[in-house]
């Protein structure tokens, strides 16, 4: 299955999981504490862990056009979320990735 991970520097990783997760939680299930959350997108799911400083995203799913469109949207909102700060999203692939 195809993954990728993004950590991402912030100021306020545990908010904008929260927010993340509520705002796809609406349409989609997902789930969230303080440290962790996960949404489930009929296509896969991301994960989220809180770390001092960062917030860690993981996107898992069936196939690499859906891992692109996963990450498009988590990326895509996280920066509208985030847009006083300049975050940085970089996605790593797993190494079966090409």
């Not at 939680?25 to 997108?41: K, L, N, Q």
């Not at 985030?82 to 996605?91: T, Y």
Request: glycine share 6%.
């Amino acid at each position: 299955m195809p993954t990728s991970e993004a950590r991402v520097s912030t100021e306020n990783p545990a908010v904008y999981m929260k927010q993340l997760c509520r705002h796809f939680g609406h349409r989609v299930p997902s789930e969230w504490t303080d440290e962790r959350g996960s949404i489930t997108f009929e296509t896969g799911t991301c994960t989220f862990a809180v770390e001092p400083g960062v917030l860690v995203l993981r996107v898992l799913t069936e196939t690499s056009e859906d891992l692109a469109r996963l990450e498009d949207v988590v990326g895509r909102h996280l920066e509208r979320f985030a847009h006083r700060e300049e975050l940085a999203i970089s996605w790593e692939r797993s190494s079966s990735e090409s």
